[in-house]
């Protein structure tokens, strides 16, 4: 299987779906990696410290690479740095703590999780986003890290990243799906050469917040109407959707029919005239809603 490729402004080769790990539970997530890798084609994994599972994930990357089934050369594993670890000074100590859970002498991508940064006891403490940011540059230099990026960056907070750094972000990693489509933000940042992970690209099916009346976008009829025309299933044309749109998606599941469904989403192509449609879905409606963790909006 030759799974679709885009290039990062590194000049690196990232492959467009990878596997997601949030919420990817002790006990399972390890087999998950280990299945997605030997036998459902994936040669992506995205992990974070937050996610507090890279140490079982480390197990698995370290027995698939040891038995030689699959290189970790050909492997492209992303993590993303804790807000608590924004302090300058905690960058590289937070990364070699991901790299020894992983069991890995360097990640392929390591991104800045939020803009926002927290003390010790999860107070929104003052560190400017780019004081953060030049010390993940130092990441880059030391070779800890091929690559450096973001997640959850609006087009201003790029913006002024973007006038105080040296290494332009090779990713910006959002929330991205129908409901969601952030057209203007997929447009800056193609412009600046900055690619786009989706994340939660299903909609997060199971996992909304309790309250929220959104319907569930992978029962949407448009949704459900164009996986019957296609044949596939409606999780697949999520996925196709943020493929043919050109950014990379990382649909979680410890399921391994589910694994084995989405990675099959390469199979096929969506017209521009069913992208449309899905286009036409915006809310737009967020997911993953920082307000109800730390009490502050998206955009502040
Ligand atoms: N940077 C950030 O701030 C950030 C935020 C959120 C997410 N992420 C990353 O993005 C990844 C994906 O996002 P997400 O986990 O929020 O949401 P998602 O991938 O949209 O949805 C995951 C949910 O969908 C279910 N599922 C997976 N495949 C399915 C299928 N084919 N049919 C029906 N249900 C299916 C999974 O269940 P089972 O596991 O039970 O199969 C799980 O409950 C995360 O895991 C994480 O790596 C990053």
Known sequence: MVLPMIELNTGMNMPQIGLGTWKAEAGKVGEAVRYALEEAGYTHIDCAAIYENEAEIGEALSSVFSRGSVKREDVFITSKLWNTEHDPTRVRHACEKTLKDLQLDYLDLYLMHWRIAQNDTGEIIDIPFEETWQAMEMLVETGLVRAIGVSNFTEDMLTSLLERVAIVPAMNQVEMHPYLPQESLRAFCHEKNIHITAYSPLGRPGGQHEGDPTPKLIDHPIVMSIAKAYGKTPAQVLLRFGLD????????????????????????????????????????????????????????
């Open 245 to 300: 749109r050109g950014v990379v998606v990382i649909p979680k599941s410890t399921t391994p029919s589910r694994i084995a469904e989405n990675i099959d989403a390469i199979s096929f192509t969506l017209s521009q005239e069913d992208i449309t449609k899905l286009l036409a879905l915006e809310i737009p409606h967020r997911y993953v809603e920082p307000s109800l963790w730390w009490g502050i909006p998206y955009f502040s």
